[in-house]
């Protein structure tokens, strides 16, 4: 199964009663397994997740900390980018060279790095004091 294949599989648990839109992402670890995710709506809006969070934090949960390659699904005219919050989430575990898959339902793809999608991340040396 292609990271594709897997965003586009967990974006039908998608809980999206308010916007309908769903989204589904998926993360490659360095060790080559995969953890997805998906958006998860809130009536008290914003405090959802985004799909990107939700692959993200499966993947800490079973011990990872390395992104090797994302995946992102929406049923959208053209390929979504993740959100600026997800884009530093998907910093904090990847670095600029990182490919994130933008892709839609009907097969448009764009293909991107994080470095691309996120110029000048903050990252821990920024916390460095002195």
Known sequence: MTLVDAATRVRDNAHAPYS????????RTASGRIFVGCNVENAASPEGTCAETGAIA???AAGETEVA???????????????????QRLAE??????????ATLK????T????????????ASHRARG
Request: hydrophobic share 55%; proline share 7%.
């Open 112 to 123: 991107m790095t994080l470095g691309e999608l996120l110029p000048l991340a903050f990252d």
């Open 20 to 27: 309908g839109f769903r989204v589904g992402a998926a993360v």
């Open 93 to 102: 575990f990847g670095g600029a060279g990182v490919p994130v898959v933008m």
């Open 58 to 60: 499966a993947m800490v």
């Open 69 to 87: 390659e994302v995946a992102v699904v929406a049923d959208a005219k053209v390929p979504i980018t993740p959100c600026g919050g997800c884009r």
């Open 107 to 110: 097969g448009a793809r764009v």
